[in-house]
């Protein structure tokens, strides 16, 4: 569960922001699904191995974390394609003259999945990137091993964190042109259809 906390769904998410290609979503949900499935191989043999070592509720939390993070886990997929959707609307030239009146047209549930979506994916990327020391922890694993999995956590978890902040804090830009509707405004537009969502 460590590596797919620490390693694949960081990836995941920072293909949204770094690459701009049709297409890219999916590629999103395939190394989302692909450490989803870890996850829950990493969940049934901590739950199997815990039950027979009398550890399911370990002394600092590393089960009852995970059990949480993971069922929270089970409600991203459908998310994530309830937010495509709402990208998808947003940004079809058929769905209205503007992106404003588009978004206005839009169930209020449907354009809330949006930034549902990538926080909760965020803070769950996060605490289970921290439980993941916990159950090394717990698993009393070597002190190599715990400083190997530090600084690939601490890496591409700060990656993580930077490029969503800046997409946060620059990425703006592109929604105000695409909300003009003019000029460069509708280049930017077709370039978002292309390249789907940029939030990570």
């Given amino acids: 569960m460590g590596l797919a906390f620490a390693v694949f769904y960081p990836l995941g998410a920072l293909v949204m922001a770094v690459f701009r290609f049709r297409g890219v979503v999916w590629v999103h949900a395939a190394v989302q699904a692909f450490a989803y499935l870890m996850i829950v191989a990493g969940v049934g043999m901590g739950i199997w191995i815990a039950r027979g070592e009398g550890e399911l509720n370990a002394f600092n939390g590393h089960p009852t974390i995970g059990i949480i993070v993971f069922g929270l886990m089970t409600f991203q997929p459908f ?21 404003i009146s588009a978004q206005k047209a839009q169930p209020a549930p449907l354009k809330a999945t949006v ?22 922890q717990l698993s009393a694993n070597t002190t190599k091993g715990e400083i190997a999995y530090g600084i690939i956590a601490g890496v591409l978890g700060t990656l993580y964190l930077v490029v969503g902040l800046g997409v946060w804090l620059f990425g703006r830009g592109n929604g105000e042109k695409v909300q003009n509707g003019q000029g460069q405004g509708q280049e930017t537009k077709a370039e978002m259809r292309k390249g789907e969502n940029v939030e990570v």
């Avoid at 930034?115 to 090394?136: A, D, K, Q």
Wanted: positive net charge.
């Fill in 79 to 99: 998310l994530g394609l309830a937010a495509h959707r709402s990208h998808v609307l947003e940004s079809s030239p058929s769905s209205s003259v503007s992106s």
């Fill in 115 to 136: 930034p549902t979506h990538v926080w909760l994916g965020r803070v769950l990327i996060i605490l289970g990137i921290i439980n993941g020391g916990l159950g090394l």
